[in-house]
């Protein structure tokens, strides 16, 4: 079994900055794409940046500038450093991963989620 598990979320004041981090376990025989995806109460999930193997990245045009995506392909992890926040930025984070877990496909991953709160 695959976990991913997330970290580094919490209460922040507009302007501020924190970092995410997501880091796989268990069978994992390979990687590709991951990504950061978040929710607001209310709200569908949606997609925040991903990043693929080789590195190529893609933000929501809400986050460009502010946000980078980052990974660790010998640490089987992701992060996700957040800056200049904003009250909209509010909700839980998840992480995703495109994993090949030893079944003959790459199957999708999620965290548990990691709350992000930014308010004065």
């Known amino acids: 079994q695959v976990q991913l598990v997330e970290s580094g979320g919490g209460l922040v004041q507009p302007g501020g900055s924190l970092r995410l981090s997501c880091a796989g376990s268990g069978r994992i025989f390979g990687i590709r794409a991951m990504g950061w995806y978040r929710q607001a109460p209310g709200k569908e999930r949606e997609l925040v940046a991903t990043?693929?193997?080789?590195?190529?990245?893609d933000y929501a045009d809400s986050v460009k500038g502010r946000f980078t995506i980052s990974r660790d392909n010998a640490k089987n992890s992701v992060y996700l450093q957040m800056n200049s926040l904003k009250p909209e930025d509010t909700a839980v984070y998840y992480c995703n991963a495109d994993v090949l877990d030893g079944s003959r496909y790459y199957r999708q991953y999620w965290g548990q989620g990691t709350q992000v709160t930014v308010s004065s």
């Open positions: 990043i693929t193997s080789f590195g190529s990245t």
